[in-house]
């Protein structure tokens, strides 16, 4: 059987902690019924999360078992990381993990390894460099993404002791179009009230500075890692503030990060539009507005918080909107060259 011929969408997996929210199901329609959830897990390639393929020919198939059988002819040039591989065997996995996340309430302060790191350390992920793309912000909620001037290890360990660890970060209001930029090695936390897409390499290596002195749903204050997070902080830093956006040839996109793990783009079109082609797989995100995928089994048209994985082996896809304007990410691993 040749590889998947049409755009791939999967079934989203939902992750429930304590800060979650609704808004998931309010503002991008998941199915999450009730209860607060906290992510949206929408491609993702983990030993115990599996993406499954929810329309067309391979309905039912998952990720994995995907890059398996097609390897190359799925995945292109892109260079995935290894994750999650028994000893003496080298298993490829999805390089990225892609989910939306409402916080209701903050996020723990967190920091991640970076590969060397990980390796250094034998875990069984890689590092986790990671951006935000904010897409809805109440009024006084709070990105903390970086540490103030000068802050080192001392100093941070004595405010974490005394409860204090919020003063020592960068903190900013954002707004809904931000898109904040994490390398491994960054202190950070969302704040509460905000609802963001997440990019990040596929790792779950997470080393929790601080938790705000709140109890977890046991009634006990959830495991800390600070010497772990110590041991990982780039001191070097400082703080982290929105990305520029750079322009792109074409007047409808722009550039928001560029880096070895991940390139994204962001496109606002108003007439059919064509990503992929290229030899390498794309992932699509839709943030605002609703449009359809020609290939889609499905038909659309589909509006924000849909995702879309195109195999490195199709060619170029074209996006529509629907009532006039579509806004979009383009995610991919290489630069913008062909």
Known sequence: MNPPGYPLRFNPIFQRYLWGGHRLRTLLGKPTGPAACAESWEICDRPNYQSIVSAGPFEGRSLHELIEQYGPEFLGRAVPRIAGSPPGRSEIRFPLLVKFLD??????????????????WNLPD????????????????????????????????????????ADLLHQFEPKPGDCVFLPAGTVHALGGGLLVAEIQQNSDITYRLWDWGRLGPDGKPRPLHVQEALAVIDFQ???????????????????????????????VIHNTHYVGGDGRFHVLVFLSGFGTVAGDPDRGPWGPGTCWLLPACLPPVGLSPIDGKLTFLDVFIGGTGP
């Open 237 to 267: 830093r400082g703080p982290v503030h929105p990305q520029v956006p750079e322009p792109l040839p074409q007047p409808e996109g722009v550039q928001l990060v560029q880096c070895p793990y991940f390139t994204i783009h962001q496109w």
């Open 103 to 120: 916080a209701a309430q903050p996020l723990s302060v967190q920091v991640h390894p970076t590969d060397e790191q990980a390796a250094q």
């Open 126 to 165: 890689p590092g986790k460099t990671e951006a935000w793309i904010v897409l809805a912000a109440e009024p006084g909620s709070r990105i903390y993404a970086g540490l103030r001037p000068d802050v080192g290890p001392q100093e941070l360990l004595k405010a974490i002791q005394q409860g204090t660890c």
